[in-house]
């Protein structure tokens, strides 16, 4: 392919994903000439599967405490600078109406990822950006003699003033997202963190494990770390401890469901840090030690089994006896002290060996990436080549489950795609 001079683009967009839709409408929209590039065959594959085929596009109440990676305050820069009122009444322009349901995430009223993506298709239409798929970029450069960016594929060269990498991480690679763009922003200069890891990735357990026999069971636990000793396991400050609240659900593999993914990514920081730190389950969030060995004190004649009745259901009440070797039909009154404690602490305290997570191929996000200070976080821009813009799950940022990593794209879109335009437009 060969770009003519009627064809040349203001802002070149390498990846045609959440972050780079956004910003090639915004920057469209403000009168740039937006040329974006994506490998894919079809676009927008993640967003199709996204909050299971129903795209998750943001969360009611979003703040720099929903993510990890960078900085709480590097992370609200850029998050208020394109809100969730704004990301709404974005959309409700666009015709697409989001609803809220009861955990607080925002869906299409369609409940059909596709209405989103079909919105934002139409949006870079009609906002007269050109996209070229499938056109995969080999490598990207800065050509000084010409003051271009350069981006390289088997399908030609193209170029242009600016430069925005939306190339994502490398969650669901076959969707096209391969950790490519790394490598563009360290033709830059741009280093990567230590480490670039699966995020909200389903978590392995070791083969036989009785948790695995509970397969299709979902209950709502609170998950933390903790070291064999059983004390609790701290990121170095701030993070320190970290501890999440949600439905765990038991695979033929090991344990996913919300809480599982939430957790993963720190499972997987702290185990490179400490790799003896274990996983602990309470079962019972309601209760601590102290409070669930009272209900059961105060249950004398009331059988193992009936006395896990109000709490859990019967299947899993019967699996978690049988791990602490009690006989379900035996009263409270009946065990010895240890014994009861012992099912006490596997309720509320239970440690659980972990063995790895599913890989990127399973995750919905990915930990690590291009530091965010190495970007100014007003502009979105580098701060080691100028005119080079990066947005998205490139960067070092990562969201809970909940429609924050859409949201992390979505508002980091917008800032860079309205910078790069504003430079672009103004330099003609
Ligand atoms: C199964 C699944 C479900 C999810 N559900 C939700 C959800 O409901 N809510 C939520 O908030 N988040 C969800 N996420 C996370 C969310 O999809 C991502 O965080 C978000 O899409 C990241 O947007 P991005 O634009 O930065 O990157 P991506 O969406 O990954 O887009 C990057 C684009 O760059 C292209 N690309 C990469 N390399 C090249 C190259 N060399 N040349 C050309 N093009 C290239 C890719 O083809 C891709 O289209 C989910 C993720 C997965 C995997």
């Not at 770009?3 to 780079?20: E, F, H, P, Y």
């Not at 199709?48 to 305050?73: I, K, M, W």
């Not at 409070?291 to 006395?307: C, E, M, P």
């Not at 006989?327 to 309720?347: G, H, I, S, W, Y």
């Amino acid at each position: 392919m060969t770009q003519t001079a009627d064809d040349a683009a203001d802002l070149l967009i390498v990846g045609a994903g959440a972050a780079g839709m956004m910003a090639a409408i915004t920057a469209g929209r403000a009168g740039a000439k937006v040329l974006m590039l994506d490998g894919a065959r079809t676009l927008g594959a993640k967003i199709l599967v996204a909050g299971g085929g129903r795209c998750n596009v943001t969360h009611f109440q979003v703040s720099e405490r929903d993510y990890a990676g960078s900085t709480p305050s590097q992370i609200r820069k850029v998050l208020q600078q394109f809100p969730v009122r704004d990301v709404v009444a974005f959309f409700e322009a666009l015709g697409v109406e989001l609803k809220r349901e009861d955990t607080g995430k925002l869906f299409p009223t369609t409940d059909q990822a596709r209405t989103v993506l079909n919105a934002l298709l139409q949006a870079c239409a009609d906002a007269g950006v050109r996209i070229l798929h499938p056109h995969r970029v080999d490598c990207v450069s800065w050509d000084a003699s010409s003051q271009c960016f350069i981006a390289e594929s088997a399908s030609g060269n193209v170029s242009a003033r600016r430069l925005l990498l939306a190339s994502g991480g490398k969650a669901l690679p076959k969707s096209g997202s391969d950790g490519a763009g790394y490598n563009f922003a360290r033709t830059f200069g741009h280093s990567m963190t230590s480490q670039i890891v699966p995020a909200l990735a389903p978590l392995l357990l070791a083969p036989g494990h009785w948790l695995l026999a509970l397969s299709g069971l979902a209950l709502d636990v609170e998950l933390s770390l903790v070291l064999p000793s059983g004390a609790p396991f701290k990121f170095p400050a701030p993070q320190g401890a970290i501890s999440v609240q949600g439905a765990l659900l038991a695979t033929h593999f090991g344990l996913s469901g919300p809480a599982a993914l939430d957790i993963s990514r720190h499972w997987t920081h702290a185990r490179t840090i400490d790799p003896s730190v274990l996983l602990k389950v309470n079962w019972i969030p309601q209760h601590r030690e102290d409070s669930l060995d009272a209900v059961f004190v105060a249950s004398k004649g009331v059988s193992a089994l009936n006395v896990l009745r109000p709490f859990a259901p019967e299947r899993f009440a019967r699996a978690i006896l049988e791990v602490c070797a009690i006989d379900p039909n035996a009263t409270l009154q009946q065990l010895p002290r240890e014994r009861r404690l012992a099912l006490v602490r596997a309720l509320v305290a239970m440690h659980v060996v972990v063995t790895g997570d599913r890989g990127f191929t399973y995750a919905e996000a990915t930990a690590g990436g291009v530091p965010l200070d190495e970007v100014d976080l007003t502009t979105m821009e580098s701060k080691l080549q100028r005119g080079l813009y990066l947005a998205g799950e490139i960067l070092d940022v990562d969201g809970r489950i909940g429609g924050f990593n859409f949201q992390w794209a979505w508002a980091s879109g917008f800032s860079a795609g309205k910078s790069a335009a504003g430079v672009a437009v103004t330099s003609k």
